[in-house]
Structure formats: C-alpha cells, structure tokens
C-alpha cells in the first residue's frame, strides 16, 4: 500500500513539475517567430521583409475575423436540421470569402515579391503551423 502511495504522489509531482515547464502562449512572440521563419525561408531581404510583412499582417488580421465567425458554428444544434443546414451554408460563405481574400492579398504579395519567393513564403506558413502543431502534441520530440 505504501509503494502504490508513493508512486502515486511521484506521478503528481512529475506533473506538476512539467505543468510548470509549459509557457503560456504568447502571441506576439508566435507572430515574431512566424515572420522570423517564413524571412528565412523565403529568402527575403530585410527591404523586402520591410514591404512584405506590414500587408502580410494585414492579411492576418482579416482572416482573425473569418476564425472568430467558424467559432460561432461551434454551439449549433445538431438535432436541429435547420440550424445545421444554416450553419453549413455559413461556413461555406466563409470559407469563400477566406480564399477571395487569400487570393486579393497574394496578389498583393505579387506586386511586392516575385513569384518563387510569395509562393516560398506561402509554403514556409504551412511548414511553420505544422512545426508548431507537431511540437504542442509531441513537446518532446527532437527534431
């Protein structure tokens, strides 16, 4: 009895040690890494970066309020036919809206980059978000 006790309060102090260990997310420091990371990637040049990442942020901040609007589906009812079929019809407006929007801020991008590097900076996005999905489901995995 006393070694199941023991073991037990050693699994929550492990925990509690690697619950201490986790930062809380900062969003700045993410947006810093982000821009960080597609620059690199990218190839880009601190003129270049200087011109690319105000109208990049631009982009990210109306694509906040398409996020904040496919939240809003999260509370439907599902027993209820009518709400989920006005539900459907919203998300998909959304999304086309999203991708009308994505494709009005690449060819932004257009104007200011050339090609190979917008299409490096679109990939270096995806490549990032899936680093940092990797690292918050496997915190300890190197890389």
């Known amino acids: ?3 199941f006790l023991f073991i037990i309060v050693l699994f929550f102090c492990a925990y509690t040690i690697n619950a201490q260990n986790r930062k809380p997310f900062d969003p700045m420091k993410f947006e810093a890494d982000l821009e960080q990371f597609i620059a690199t990637q990218a190839g880009l040049t601190p003129q270049e970066s200087s011109q690319f ?3 990049y942020r631009e982009m990210r901040n109306k694509q906040r309020a398409f996020f904040g609007a496919d939240k809003r589906h999260s509370h439907v009812d599902v027993t209820d036919d009518r709400a989920c079929a006005k539900a459907i019809m919203e998300r998909d407006n959304n999304e ?3 991708k009308k929007l994505i494709r009005t801020y690449h060819n932004r991008f257009l104007e200011i980059l050339p090609a190979n590097k917008v299409f490096k900076v679109i990939k270096a996005e995806d490549d990032f978000h899936r680093r940092v999905l990797n690292h918050f489901f496997r915190p ?3 890389r």
């Open 140 to 142: 300890n995995r190197n």
């Open 53 to 55: 990442f105000p109208v």
């Open 96 to 98: 086309i809206a999203m």
């Open 1 to 3: 009895m006393k070694k």
